[in-house]
């Protein structure tokens, strides 16, 4: 690989069209169109049954082909025997489940909501210059498909990330709870496949999942008719200003604090103090920073994300989050799981008396 200065500044200045190319036809639902009439269909067929430009679907689908999502082959599903139609496109078998929208594994939503942000990192530079987010533009999809988007985006990383995730924290001694079945609150739960990861490594624990209504919508959905719906309860609300129910071992904050800054940190955890029983812990995962907010790579990055898309987001050291927990009133605050990505976890006790 050319690892020349100008290979490497070509290679991320035009990274761009790669992503735009897959996210515009997760928002177009290229992928499940084509799967959905027999894995096989050509430009002009596509662009008809998805109310598209025939060009400008020809242009994507050659593109997505040339990436390697697609495979391209002559003859389409109006040819006749000799095959000598229209070309015809099909989605590569590797990534049929992760590019169908009705399979629940897709990564469909995460694709739908990556677009969304890139029309806020098209103006990064304005956002450095005023320290501004910029408004966001609905989708072609609407507000309402977009919110749901992020609410199943982030269940396209979970179902991937959450069994790791909670495998880590009990082997880090995070879930050990002693005597009794223990309480779980997931604050801004979502879609509630972390609550499920816990559920199914404790058997005799109980959750409630505290969210927004689209997202208590979603767990609700995800948990209807399962073994585990007795275990789970659900309250709409908002942590932000909203007091969380109480009487829990765990409160876990999953991905929720670089959306704001050190005030509303602090009132978040103060919340979730509340939340506990005496000695009950608070788990914080996102991405935590070194010292110097140089590393983790991914997690600078993620700081810009926030920075074009909320007002006060950042992303934080593990100082900064232990002055925030020691400041809501926890104690013993330690990094309980370290990790490369947003799976690093802060831990923290609620004090006894």
Request: charged letters at 20%.
């Amino acid at each position: 690989m050319d690892r020349t200065p100008f290979a490497v500044l070509q290679r991320d200045a035009t990274g761009y069209q790669r992503s735009c190319a897959l996210t515009a036809a997760a928002e177009l639902d290229f992928f499940t169109v084509i799967l959905r009439n027999g894995n096989r269909m050509n430009a002009g067929d596509l662009a008809r049954e998805c109310d598209v430009d025939e060009r400008g679907a020809t242009a994507l689908l050659n593109a997505l082909a040339g990436m390697g999502y697609l495979c391209k082959s002559a003859g389409g599903a109006s040819a006749g025997p000799d095959q000598s139609g229209p070309a015809a496109y099909a989605v590569v078998e590797a990534y049929r489940d992760a590019l169908d929208s009705r399979h629940p594994l897709s990564y469909v939503p995460m694709l739908r909501h990556m677009a969304n942000a890139q029309r806020g990192w098209a103006e990064l530079a304005r956002s450095v210059r005023d320290g501004k987010p910029r408004t966001r533009r609905p989708s072609i999809l609407g507000e309402e498909e977009d919110d749901r988007s992020f609410i199943m985006g982030m269940n396209s990383l979970a179902v991937r990330t959450a069994g790791p995730m909670i495998k880590a924290l009990h082997e880090a001694g995070v879930l050990n709870f002693g005597e009794g079945p223990a309480r779980i609150l997931d604050v801004g739960g979502a879609s509630g496949t972390y609550t499920q990861a816990f559920l199914e490594l404790l058997p005799t624990a109980t959750a409630v999942i505290f969210d927004r209504p689209v997202g208590i919508e979603a767990a609700r959905q995800r948990f209807a008719g399962t073994p585990l719906e007795r275990r789970v309860g659900f309250q709409a609300g908002d942590f932000y200003s909203d007091a969380l129910p109480s009487g829990f071992d765990l409160a876990w904050i999953s991905a929720i604090i670089h959306q704001h800054g050190r005030k509303q940190s602090r009132a978040l955890y103060c919340n979730a103090l509340q939340a506990l029983k005496p000695g009950g812990r608070v788990a914080v995962r996102d991405f935590i920073m070194n010292a110097d907010g140089t590393s983790p790579a991914a997690g600078t990055l993620f700081g810009l994300n926030m920075l074009v898309h909320c007002a006060d987001g950042r992303v934080y050291t593990f100082e900064e989050v232990r002055e925030d927990l020691q400041a809501a009133g926890f104690t013993a605050a330690e990094l309980a799981v370290p990790a490369e990505t947003m799976s690093a976890v802060v831990t923290a006790v609620r004090p006894r008396i």
